[in-house]
């Protein structure tokens, strides 16, 4: 069952339960029993549910015991008991409890990170994904590829972190691992890069060979912290997977990939608990900006379809989104075409719509109806529309095409658009334009707003 199934059918069970108007023991059992199922058919670990429901039954249990003797007079504060308790158990499932404090770069010393994982995972991707996360965050990152092993590693890393502008170090000659791994970190602490990022080489399977190797390239590099690269589809072999790479590497983090599309994730949640080591990233899709910090209420949130305010507003923050100019045009009841391309363009940096749709409580369903290629293709069309303009056209109200209107049919064939499509993003900013006016200005709502503060 893929994750946004599992969130559905818990949130169903759970709903079924308070909107009946007796609570009681039969239906605590029937409600924990589907949502056991539901764990269950996600590949989470048959032990851990077998916690959760007990946890559960026990966190009620006393309050249900309560109601019956009070009969009924408390139905609600039962109802918001049960929602707090599964929500909290939840949590408790894909929360580790490690015993050191999560490791997190610093600038002005070198860090280490060294990835480890199977073949296949996603170790090359999340190498690249981490190492634009924490340049995005001001530190200078250098990428090793100590992958000897598999044939097109080097080229694969090479091309992406080109495409990332992020600085890297491999060879194609040299077959010793050990060796790629201490030249490439040595190089990157001699030109005082905060972060160095070292991506081992995996196998099909797990073998001797390639623990071997993984303990020599960590005594060679000395990482600050390893990641292990957990693929989320892999469903209960992620358990063992996960203990025996503990051991060989002790690593102090998981990265789960492929969150996104039909990953089960019930194994990886297992894995966490058989490891007691916490998730510290999800890869949610192949583009190097489908990576997320984890957070168990976060995720939790998510899966459960209340949205992830938190988490939204973190992405929003790293998007350096410009918005400067156009609230001061608001201000001034002013709405230009080029504000109009400023806030299109803004909403294309915030990534897939379905995204972000999901974090917003109450979004989440919606979400899935979002037509994914529709709605960013006409945005993009837009985009283009307004790029074909001069730069006075875009500074103005539009009126520039109502005086001359063969220009709009020169913005069409200059976008490669239809002069229906022109006029459309025209409308478009005659209303915003329109909506501007009514909030800007002296007497608009915006000041009336501030003299109210
Ligand atoms: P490695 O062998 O462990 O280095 O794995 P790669 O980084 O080459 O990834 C294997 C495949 O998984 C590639 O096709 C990646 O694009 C894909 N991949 C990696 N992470 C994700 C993810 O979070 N979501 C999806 N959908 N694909 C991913």
Not at 38 to 44: I, K, Y
Not at 56 to 61: E, G, L, N, S, T
Not at 89 to 109: N, S, Y
Not at 358 to 371: F, K, T, W
């Amino acid at each position: 069952m893929v994750l946004a199934d599992l969130g559905r059918r818990i949130n169903a069970a759970v709903n079924s339960l308070t909107s009946q108007s007796v609570v009681d023991q039969t239906a605590l059992d029937a409600m924990l029993k589907e949502i056991c199922t539901a764990l269950l058919e996600s590949d989470v670990n048959v032990r851990l549910v077998g916690q959760l429901r007990n946890s559960i039954r026990a966190k009620v249990a006393s309050a249900l015991n309560k109601e019956e003797k009070e009969s009924g007079s408390n139905a609600n504060a039962i109802k918001r008991l049960v929602q707090k308790t599964v929500f909290d158990e939840l949590c408790e499932l894909v929360e580790a409890h490690p015993t050191d404090e999560q490791f997190k770069p610093k600038k002005g010393r070198s860090n280490v990170i060294m990835f480890v994982g199977l073949q296949g995972a996603g170790k090359t991707t999340s190498c690249t994904k981490l190492a634009v996360y924490y340049q995005r965050r001001g530190l200078r990152v250098g990428l090793v590829c100590a992958d000897t092993f598999r044939a097109g590693a080097f080229d694969q890393l090479k091309q992406n972190a080109t495409k990332a502008k992020i600085p890297y170090y491999g060879s194609y000659t040299e077959p010793d691992p050990v060796k790629v791994s201490r030249d490439g970190v040595e190089k990157f602490k001699k030109e005082k890069f905060d972060l160095i990022i070292v991506d081992t080489s995996g196998r099909h399977r797990q073998e001797q060979e390639l623990f071997a190797e993984m303990v020599q390239i960590g005594e060679a590099v000395k990482p600050d912290q390893t990641l292990m690269v957990l693929d989320a589809s892999i469903g209960q072999a992620a358990e063992q997977q996960s203990k025996a790479f503990k051991e060989a590497s002790n690593f102090g983090a998981i990265v789960l990939t492929k969150m996104d599309g039909h990953a089960k994730g019930g194994g990886a949640i297992s894995a966490v608990a058989a490891t007691n080591t916490p998730i510290a990233f999800i890869g949610t899709g192949e583009h190097v900006h489908d990576f997320e910090t984890f957070s168990p209420k976060q995720f939790v949130s998510k899966l459960l379809g209340i949205g992830d305010i938190q988490g939204l507003m973190e992405h929003v923050s790293t998007l350096k989104l410009d918005q400067k100019d156009t609230i001061k045009h608001i201000q001034q009841g002013i709405f230009t075409l080029r504000d109009l391309r400023d806030q299109m363009s803004n909403i294309m940096k915030m990534g897939p719509l379905s995204k972000v749709a999901s974090m917003i409580p109450g979004m989440s369903q919606l979400a899935d109806q979002i037509g994914e290629e529709d709605s960013t293709k006409r945005l993009k069309t837009m985009i283009y529309i307004m790029d074909s303009m001069t730069e006075k056209e875009l500074d103005s109200d539009g009126s520039p095409f109502a005086d001359q209107p063969s220009r709009i049919v020169r913005v069409a064939r200059g976008s490669g658009t239809s002069v229906r499509e022109v006029e459309e993003v025209l409308y478009q900013q005659k209303m915003m334009a329109a909506m501007a006016k009514k909030m800007g200005g002296k007497g608009g709502m915006m000041s009336r707003m501030q003299q109210m503060q």
